[in-house]
């Protein structure tokens, strides 16, 4: 190995001299080289900590021969090899790894020509390794590890304000985390993180945090009798009570961008809690068919009643585009769906058919097959391009981009499948019995159900709030 260009250093202007008599080495930088003398009375100095990269001169001021042997065999390189240099002559080490390289003149003996070179890690400027985004969803614990290395490790901190919920902790040296419960809103918020080390400029980073819904974030299950039990993040509003036999309610729907919720009646009633908005309703007029079905429009500015001939009723920004006239013993309508942009809609009967209209685009129905039972439900995947529909018994029928996640049509339920509801990102879906018993696929979490508390009371429908 050719001799590479090192700079002089004077010892007693560089390095403190020590009570026990070794020296001990300043800050310096790396790729450096340090002189160690050879005199009569041994190294001076004794003890240098460099880092890897650097190099040891060693000069021979004694008007003796004499050798630098490392105990250790590798890490390091010298020049010349071996070190024994005569009176006035010179050599250098090199060394490449993190380690303590004791050496010694062998030809001397007692401790006289013992010494220490401590090689270091080399300074490196504080970096962050994690990403720069981190996605909390609404009601579930999480934590976050924001990673940054560098030599020495650096100190991680923060600047800026977290999401309610959230909390920063710096950990082990380069390393903090961010967690706790969030409840919202959804929406992306930014933070700044700073990491230093003392070597070089410090290192930031601009770190999203995204606040999401879960794509089942709970559910609300609602009774014939109006009462409503909410599971998860749902929250149930005031408590309804209606005489089941006479104006039950028939459907539960959320409230689209909000935790609330609609109660409808057969009459044409129509429930607002938890926020939800009020745009009319059909109560108190003579209906010619009970109401069966009930869907907001996607903005959350309007809704569609239908009743079981097949009319539709709109308030607020609804459209009504058409409404059908079918048998309600044979063929009843049982359910509404809206278009992505509410311009259309979908109606469903109980033999399976599926009729669109305004700009809800037809994807196919279970009409043709021979349906041993009844259609209950028809719901729309969460970007409206498909739709499922669903029978009595648990059969699962999806049609457009509704993805398959299972049913329960080989099972034998004791009670009638009245719904199936999908949840937020297409990803899977529930299906709700008359009794309260809840099954949930793909993506749908379980957070408990009215059949396990034993509620009595006939089930009719099953929401997830935004």
């Excluded at 650097?54 to 071996?82: I, L, M, Q, R």
């Excluded at 607020?316 to 942009?341: E, H, M, Q, W, Y």
Aim: charged share 10%.
């Amino acid at each position: 190995m050719g001799l590479r260009r090192f700079v002089l250093i004077a010892l007693v202007a560089f390095v403190p001299v020590l009570s026990s008599g070794a020296v001990a080495s300043a800050s310096v930088s790396h790729s450096i080289s340090v002189t160690i003398a050879i005199e009569k009375g041994g190294y001076v100095p004794n003890y240098y900590a460099i880092h890897t990269g650097d190099a040891a001169h060693f000069v021979n001021k004694d008007s003796v021969v004499h050798e630098v042997a490392f105990k250790a065999a590798s890490g390091y390189s010298c020049t010349p090899s071996p070190l024994v240099l005569q009176p006035g002559g010179s050599g250098i080490c090199t060394f490449e790894h993190v380690g303590t390289y004791a050496y010694a003149d062998p030809k001397v003996g007692g401790v006289t020509y013992r010494g220490t070179i401590v090689v270091n890690p080399t300074d490196v400027p504080a970096h962050f390794t994690s990403p720069a985004s981190a996605t909390f969803l609404t009601g579930t614990e999480t934590s976050f590890t924001v990673q940054a290395s560098g030599i020495p490790a650096p100190t991680v901190t923060m600047s800026g304000t977290l999401p309610a919920g959230l909390a920063f902790s710096a950990a082990t040296a380069g390393s903090a985390t961010i967690s706790g419960r969030t409840a919202g809103p959804p929406a992306s918020y930014a933070v700044t993180m700073l990491a230093a080390n003392g070597y070089g400029p410090v290192a930031t980073q601009t770190l999203t945090i995204t606040v999401a819904q879960p794509p089942a974030p709970g559910y609300l299950v609602g009774q014939a009798s109006g009462a409503a039990f909410a599971y998860g993040q749902a929250q149930a509003g005031v408590a309804v009570s209606v005489n089941a036999s006479v104006r039950p309610i028939v459907s539960v729907s959320r409230s689209p961008g909000d935790l609330g919720y609609y109660l409808v009646t057969a009459q044409g009633g129509v429930f607002n809690l938890g926020g939800a908005p009020f745009f009319g309703s059909e109560a108190g007029r003579r209906l010619k068919a009970p109401v069966s079905a009930f869907a907001t429009t996607p903005d959350g500015k309007g809704y569609w009643l239908v009743s079981r001939d097949g009319t539709v009723y709109a308030f607020g920004d609804a459209k009504t585009f058409s409404s059908l006239s079918v048998n309600v013993r044979t063929r009843p309508v049982v359910a509404i769906g809206s278009s992505a942009d509410g311009n259309g809609y979908w109606l469903a009967t109980a033999a399976g058919n599926v009729y669109n209209f305004g700009n809800a685009a037809f994807y196919g129905s279970p009409a043709s097959t021979r349906l041993v039972h009844g259609v209950v439900d028809l719901t729309v995947s969460p970007d409206a391009r498909g739709y499922y529909v669903v029978t009595s018994t648990g059969n699962v029928y999806n049609f457009g981009d509704a993805g398959f996640f299972g049913s329960k049509a080989t099972a034998r339920l004791a009670r009638p499948i009245v719904g199936l509801t999908a949840t937020l990102d297409g990803k899977g879906y529930y299906l709700l019995t008359s009794a309260g018993n809840i099954y949930g696929f793909g993506d749908a979490l379980f957070y408990g159900s009215p059949a396990l508390a034993r509620h009595p009371g006939s089930v009719v429908g099953l929401a997830i709030p935004d």
